[in-house]
T-cell receptor, first 113, second 116 residues
Framework: AQSVTQPDIHITVSEGASLELRCNYS??????LFWYVQSPGQGLQLLLK??????LVQGIKGFEAEFKRSQSSFNLRKPSVHWSDAAEYFC???????????FGTGTRLQVFP | DAGVTQSPTHLIKTRGQQVTLRCSPK?????VSWYQQALGQGPQFIFQ???????QRGNFPDRFSGHQFPNYSSELNVNALLLGDSALYLC???????????????FGPGTRLTVL
């Protein structure tokens, strides 16, 4: 079955600390992978995406993610978190032969000053 | 450049009623997808419209239907509302490229539907 797992429901970090949000997927076809961020009351904003090529992708707001096929993972990282990064983060998977995205249940990030 | 817009922002209905939600895609986009996001969950794919036709559908009953207009805007209709239909409904737009490709989807702010 196709699925996305985000093992961490809630993560708390101090401002300036590094961050890694985990994402594992189960998908039969070659995956297209995405990270979206959702602030309270807002829609989803695309942070970055991976379709093919270099497995380390750079996104907006200083985020990056690394695709590891052997581990079926696409973890999101940021070297230094800002208070404005507090939000809900969603990992999603799609493919070239489907129109839908499958989302994980999200990780809520809280940032302490 | 206007992004994806949705209306209304909030909506309250009672069980058994019908509701229509509206979406205008990002300028230049021709494909619209609808997602349901229940509280504390990730979005779930309802269906996608391209060239005014439903192209793919998720695991949702026939009570959920949609339409796409020639200007690419779209409506989501839900009949016989149930309490479980309470959720944030997200619209996403994208540009069709080389067949059924999952291109980057850009999301609107959503419509919060509450069913009492």
């Amino acid at each position: 079955a196709q699925s996305v797992t985000q093992p961490d429901i809630h993560i708390t970090v101090s401002e300036g600390a590094s961050l890694e949000l985990r994402c594992n997927y189960s998908y039969g076809a070659t995956p297209y992978l995405f990270w979206y961020v959702q602030s309270p009351g807002q829609g989803l904003q695309l942070l970055l995406k991976y379709f093919s090529g270099d497995t380390l992708v750079q996104g907006i707001k200083g985020f990056e993610a690394e695709f590891k096929r052997s581990q079926s993972s696409f973890n999101l990282r940021k070297p230094s978190v800002h208070w404005s990064d507090a939000a809900e983060y969603f990992c999603a998977v799609g493919s070239y032969n489907t129109d839908k995205l499958i989302f994980g249940t999200g990780t809520r990030l809280q940032v302490f000053p | 450049d206007a992004g994806v817009t949705q209306s209304p922002t909030h909506l309250i209905k009672t069980r058994g009623q019908q509701v229509t939600l509206r979406c205008s895609p990002k300028s230049g986009h021709d494909t619209v997808s609808w997602y349901q996001q229940a509280l504390g969950q990730g979005p779930q794919f309802i269906f996608q419209y391209y060239e005014e036709e439903e192209r793919q559908r998720g695991n949702f009953p026939d009570r959920f239907s949609g339409h796409q207009f020639p200007n690419y805007s779209s409506e989501l209709n839900v009949n016989a509302l149930l309490l479980g239909d309470s959720a944030l409904y997200l619209c996403a737009s994208s540009l069709e490229t080389s067949g059924r490709t999952t291109d980057t989807q850009y999301f609107g702010p959503g419509t919060r539907l509450t069913v009492l």
